[in-house]
């Protein structure tokens, strides 16, 4: 059985949201059209408390795009996002939300940022989504949402590692691209790690 995965379509990085990411929105109707023909829907949600170590204003003198070390790993700062019960948390408005089987948080430690909708940065915590896509039967995955060089692509590697069949469906997805060339990067990290490289257009 194949389950889609909607990687963090939340209001905060949409064009227009505090960790905007281009184009953010034009992957939503895809999602849309997308849905109904799979079996079961996840989506991820980044779900951050206020005081998350990934957040600059957090950190004195820091801007957002530094690296620091947090917890012992190397920690991108950002702009404050995705705040527990905050309107830029919320999934966009636009998608359709009764097409989502289950929704799994993640961010939620103030120590620790977690990309992958599995497990956090660290490899320390699992959000338990393996577990449960492996309840549902769940063999294959296909992997769309934002953002290409950071959210979902460490979801990719993680569906990987936990043997699922993954494919990344690339026109479904857009970069946050800190630096020119990111998004590129990402794609090749994910083909060599044995992911797949589909579209949208292929899903039946
Ligand atoms: C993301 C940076 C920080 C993402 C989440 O969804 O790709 N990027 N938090
Ligand atoms: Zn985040």
Redesign the pocket.
Known sequence: MTALIL??LQVD?MPTGM?PVREGDQVVPIANRLMPHYGIVVATQ?WHPANHG?FAANHPWRKPGQVIELDGLPQVL?PI??VQESWGAELVPELDQTGITKVFRK?TDPGI?S?SGFYDNGHRKSTGLAEWLREQGVDTVHVMG??AD???KYTVLDALREGFTTVLLEDATRG?KLAPGDIDAAVTEMRAAGAEIGTSAAVP
């Open positions: 990687v963090d990085f960790l980044d990934s950002w996002h995705c961010g940022d990309y934002l953002a950071y959210c979902v946050v």
